[in-house]
């Protein structure tokens, strides 16, 4: 923890993904109960506390981000004396629990959206979501252009002839946070889990809450559409929530998912009045190349203010994981969904590149001010799954682009626990909700537990040392002589990494090696970094700008 600021300014936080960690009763999904049964997995790693994904009562058209009652526990994943009972032993190890809310929208079965489509035109009900006429001569076009994220468009009609906005999912209609009720509404929800003692919040899709004034076309590129995103009306929702909270407890986090057009952007979500702190997104739109990394660093630096605002990370639940990212070593779209060419070209030697590039990339991601979020599986070094048959994928961009986009699924195949075993120890049952598939086994838990050079080991012995290393928030860049490798100084510690294929020599301008994503030892003695690899040292006599 970095002196005289809370739990969070310097943490790092565990991505739990619920459906896909442990599953305690056979069905085949994680829940509650699974989750707690595998804390220790959390407390060996070295993490300061986990972000939950959802897991309040839903349809699960999009697995949970389609809620239909906010104060209750999905039968799924248990009750809310689970809930309790987790976030109880969470306590009791140590760690800290964040909740995810999901405030941009609901899902057609909550009860305010079924009572919504009973009211009819122009009652009350409606306009607590966005309901609106049609274009044309009977209203048989929708009310404008707007595109959903999942594809297509992004408005349903109803039999009575009004049309909903839904940014995502037919199946998740969005709230109007210009209606009172919506607003008691989330104020009550944030108090109901803060009552029970969580952390904090995740803010799901914080910058949609707020559409642009009479929701007009949108003419410009179909990939970003600025009526619907980062309009100046959510700051006030988020000082709103960030009043209820401090009035808990000013320990307690709130930090957004945030998708800015800029990175300058990012500074009008978080501050003292507003979010704790934002994700910041760009580093996992990154090539592997030491210039592009440099550049989105100092983007986030500027935006963040180096006041410990911004939420750094590689991987999430949303985009491919990093291994199969950087194997291939391209930028993908701004949200990579579904880059389905990536599954043309992924290869072993892809996957080696990739799999020693995310090793790097980890100590480098540690070395940053800021709190770090790992998305459960990277400490594996886990690959994306294609290798899943058409019957099985779940994902709705699936299902909405008619398979041309794989979507989500193979970032969130269950975690492998077992070198052996139909489902690799993730469900005593016969079958995971994903299947994993057979080359999971060298990847488990326990066969990497234990060996000194896995990729686990790597995230154990790295945030540890993070934890002891680095209490400040002053990053400088130091010369290294050559563009394909950056060195960054931060607590008199010094981390460098190499991007290209050569090998970089550790001068006597720096000091001694702590750590390596490579073997350390070999590194040491060498006094060679290999490419594609990274190491921290103490300072030595590095030139800094």
């Known amino acids: 923890m970095v002196t005289g600021s809370p739990w969070w300014a310097n943490a790092v936080i565990y991505q739990t993904y619920l459906r896909s960690f442990a599953d305690s009763n056979g069905d085949g999904v994680g829940d509650l109960v699974g989750l707690r049964h595998r804390l220790h997995h959390l407390v060996d790693l070295g993490v300061d506390g986990l972000w939950l994904n959802p897991c309040f009562r ?77 274009r044309g001569a009977s209203g ?10 999942f594809g ?14 839904h940014l995502f999912a037919p199946d998740q209609p969005d709230f109007n946070w210009e209606d009172a009720d919506v607003v008691a509404e989330f104020d009550d929800v944030i108090r109901f889990w803060l009552d029970r003692g969580v952390d904090g919040l995740r803010i799901d899709v914080a910058h949609g809450l707020i559409k642009a004034p009479g929701l007009p076309d949108w003419a410009g590129p179909a990939d970003y559409n600025p009526h619907m995103w980062n309009q100046p009306g959510v700051h006030a929702i988020h000082q709103r929530w960030r ?26 979500y978080a501050g003292p009045d507003r979010l704790c702190q934002v994700f910041y997104f760009d580093l996992l739109a990154q090539p592997w190349s030491a210039a592009a990394f440099r550049a989105a660093i100092d983007r986030g630096l500027a935006a963040g203010a180096g006041e410990h ?31 389905i060419s990536l ?25 940053l001010p800021g709190s770090v979020y790992l998305y459960q599986g990277d400490e594996l070094g886990l690959p994306e799954v294609f290798d899943l048959r058409d019957e099985d994928r779940q994902d709705p961009i699936w299902f909405r682009s008619g398979g041309a986009e794989l979507g989500r699924d193979g970032c969130r195949v ?14 005593e049952g016969p079958r995971a909700w994903l299947p994993q598939p057979d080359w999971f086994g060298p990847y488990a838990v326990e066969r990497q537990r234990d060996d000194r050079t896995s990729t686990l080991s790597l995230h154990r012995a790295a945030i540890a040392l993070r934890a002891k290393l680095f209490t400040g928030s002053v990053l400088r860049w130091g010369e290294t002589g050559r563009d394909d490798v950056l060195a960054l100084e931060r607590d008199g510690v010094v981390c460098l990494v190499n991007f290209g294929g050569r090998p970089y020599p550790i001068t006597a301008t720096l000091g001694d090696v702590i ?31």
């Open 343 to 367: 599954a043309r070209l992924t290869s072993p030697s892809d996957l080696d590149a990739g799999r020693r590039r995310a090793r790097a990339a980890l100590l480098l991601l540690l070395s």
């Open 58 to 134: 839903s349809p699960h058209a999009d697995h949970g981000y389609d809620v239909a009652d906010y104060r209750d526990i999905d039968p799924l994943y248990g009750r809310l004396s689970d809930f309790e009972e987790l976030l109880a032993e969470v306590h009791r190890l140590g760690l800290r629990l964040l909740v995810d809310i999901v405030p941009n929208h609901c899902s057609v079965e909550h009860p305010w959206f079924q009572e919504a489509l009973r009211a009819g035109p122009g009652a009350a009900a409606r306009r607590r979501f966005i309901f609106r006429p049609g």
């Open 414 to 427: 269950p975690l492998p626990w077992t070198a052996d075993g139909p489902t690799f120890g993730f469900t």
């Open 309 to 339: 605002r911004l939420a750094w990370t590689m991987g999430n639940h949303d985009v491919h994981r990093q291994v199969t990212r950087l194997g291939q070593n391209r930028s993908p779209d701004p949200v990579p969904y579904a880059d």
């Open 140 to 149: 048989e076009l929708p009310p404008n252009n707007w595109q959903s994220v």
């Open 243 to 268: 009043r209820l909270v401090a009035n808990y407890d000013p320990d307690r986090v709130i930090v957004g998912e945030v998708w800015p057009p800029s990175a300058a952007d990012l500074r009008a």
């Open 152 to 165: 297509g468009p992004a408005w349903t009609r109803v039999p009575d002839g009004e049309w909903y906005l």
């Open 515 to 545: 750590l390596a994503s490579d073997d350390s030892a070999t590194v040491e003695r060498e006094r060679v970094l290999p490419g594609d690899c990274a190491a921290w040292l103490s300072q030595g006599g590095l030139a800094l700008s």
